[in-house]
Structure formats: structure tokens, C-alpha cells
């Protein structure tokens, strides 16, 4: 288990997935909910999901923005499985995504 924070939900834990991926999850609590962000650390893709505060629904929506966040990365033409992501059809370096 990640360390904590003062309010009970991992400061900012993250941890490889999938390969040599790393993802960092932030838990901010509002109100009688949770907001999970899951951040791509080499692509720096961010998503998030809002849920009930709790043990059970802390690992559901870790896994939800994990799954969300794989989701995204293929869309935006990431490959989500290897290490190495390049925007899909940018073989140059001068940035920008082929639409």
C-alpha cells in the first residue's frame, strides 16, 4: 500500500503497469467523493474519474482510470504497451499529430 497522506488516500502513488510504463495516481478527496487522476509519466496524457469515498471504491477507480487512461493513449495514437510512445505518423521531431 502506497503511503499515506493526512486524510487517508495515498499522497501520489504510482507504479509500473503493463511493461515498463509508469503511471502516477493522485487521490484528492472533495466532499464525500474521490477525484483519481492518472497520469502517463512518459507521455504526460492525464485522466480522471470521480467516485465515493472508501477502500473498495479507491481500488475501483484506481482501476477505472488506469483502464481509462490506456483508452485514451490508444485514441491520441500512443502505443499503450511499449515503452518507447511516439505519436502515431510523427517520424520527425518537429511535433504535432497527423489527423
Not at 44 to 57: F, W
Not at 79 to 99: E, M
Amino acid at each position: 500500500m502506497p503511503p499515506e497522506s493526512g486524510n487517508g488516500y495515498p499522497s501520489a502513488p504510482s507504479g509500473k503497469t503493463g511493461g515498463q510504463r509508469e503511471i502516477i495516481f493522485e487521490f484528492t478527496p472533495i466532499g464525500g467523493s474521490v477525484k483519481v487522476a492518472a497520469v502517463d509519466v512518459l507521455t504526460g496524457v492525464e485522466v480522471s474519474v470521480t467516485g465515493p469515498v472508501g477502500p473498495a471504491s479507491q481500488r475501483e477507480l484506481q482501476r477505472i482510470a488506469l483502464a481509462k487512461l490506456r483508452l485514451r493513449l490508444v485514441r491520441e495514437g500512443y502505443a499503450a504497451d511499449t515503452p518507447d510512445v511516439q505519436p502515431k505518423g510523427s517520424s520527425d521531431s518537429g511535433g504535432g499529430i497527423i489527423v
